[in-house]
DNA sequence: CGATCAATTGACTTAGCTCAAAGCATGTGG
DNA sequence: CCACATGCTTTGAGCTAAGTCAATTGATCG
């Protein structure tokens, strides 16, 4: 909890505010695979305290049908992911590994974050941030090719993963590349040639199934064109 | 300004937060092709009063290279836009039509409006809002095909400059079909034969270069798959 | 030590890109 | 008011990157 004061400042704001928002924030566990229940009454937003979820927008359809529920985003400790109800276009949380959490009803944690501009100004520049992420991202899912999004992709997993911009970098994917396709928009095929094309050339290695060793991030960056 | 006040729901705070806001905003009028003075000091909201625009990602390299320069987003009457400074991965607002609008500092914004949390609140609704649509629009442009995006974009447009949601519908596009293709990431030559598949099948119709009317905005809907 | 499921590889198809050549609007000068 | 010039738009003919279908290999776990 001492991580998610911090994350959103709670610091510039009384404690009174923090306290409050603890009284409502449900704390849950999630085993890999395991989806966040839905509530439909209210959106929510999810402080993710540990391990690794993906974001995924909800298909239409109201029974097993698997048509078009896509990987939207990938999720790591510190972020804020806000989930929405069904009629809005819902999304839903799936654990990839073991993941903590704490959810809160948007509209209760809002009611009482007014209270603390201080607050709700941080949420407002975190979630504009999130926003001009995702506007990039899908500025390139438009424009790149296939190479260009894998490269990009590990790139961004080395640096939310395990912190590294630079160099040489190891470390294990939580996702399959079927996720890794999926939010990327290309096949399992085609992740898996791109997989095996940067390894022929000494960029990546794969120890095991979901190990990745990064030989040079710079290069990776020049190959992701970003 | 009346339009301004209503669009961020001034009404529910103060009427001297929205006479502060008033004080610090810029008005400004672009004539078509404009491009908003870039401010490389700090971030801008900025509400389009009226006409239409296109916010466009800032390629790097500092001189004339046009090397990508993508279109992110259409803009509308009504609209609030971050526009970001330089070195975050800075973006910019090129007018389509003659375009009225009121810029802000974003933290001059923020910092009064920290003294109306309605004010604060209603604005981070809107960016999380905003934040889902590009996400679900991120999500389509990874897994549509050219005809499923066309048709889409067909859709919104009836929505956004003409209000039309279902039915018949005619109106005057203000961007060429080179930006079109660039905010779907496809190319001009496919856009314009989806335009003229469309056009056979008696779906729209386009009387002159930027009149289209659309016959069946049911039928479209369904072909974007939505 | 198999059983199972994910990942890889191969052969083939195709949607959309590239290059190139017309067609049409829109605007300008005679 | 008409002829021409310019810049969009449309159309055509390959080409290529990525998707599809199908078979094989390899990892992980009971």
Redesign the interface.
């Known amino acids: 909890m001492a991580a998610f004061r911090a994350a959103i400042r709670f610091d510039q704001g009384s404690g009174e505010v923090a306290d409050q928002l603890c009284a409502i924030g449900e704390y849950l566990s999630l085993a890999p695979g395991d989806e966040l229940a839905v509530d439909t009454d209210d959106d929510r937003l999810i402080y993710i305290a540990s391990g690794a979820a993906k974001l995924l ?1 909800q298909a239409r359809s109201g029974s097993g049908m698997q048509a ?1 529920s ?1 990987v ?2 990938f999720q790591f400790a510190g972020d804020i992911v ?1 989930v ?1 109800r069904k009629p ?2 819902g ?1 839903s949380l799936v654990a990839l590994s073991e993941v903590d959490l704490i959810a809160f009803s948007a509209n209760q944690f ?1 009611d009482i974050a ?2 603390d ?2 607050v ?2 941080a ?3 975190k ?2 941030d ?3 992420r ?6 390139h ?3 790149q090719t296939a190479r260009q999004r894998i490269a990009g992709f590990l790139v961004s997993m080395a640096d939310r993963i395990c912190g590294c911009t630079g160099g040489k970098c190891e470390f294990l994917l939580p996702m399959g590349r079927s996720d890794i396709g999926d ?3 290309l096949t399992i095929e085609t992740v898996s040639r791109q997989f095996t094309d940067l390894r022929k050339e000494g960029l990546v290695s794969t120890p095991s199934r979901s190990m990745v060793c990064l030989t040079d991030i710079d290069a990776l960056k020049r190959e992701a064109g970003t």
Chains 1, 2 share one sequence.
């Not at 995702?134 to 500025?139: C, I």
């Open positions: 927008s078009g896509h939207l985003a806000s929405l809005a276009g999304s809002l007014q209270g501009p201080a709700l100004r949420v407002l520049v979630s504009l999130s926003l001009q995702t506007r990039t991202r899908m500025m899912l438009g424009h939010s990327l928009g």
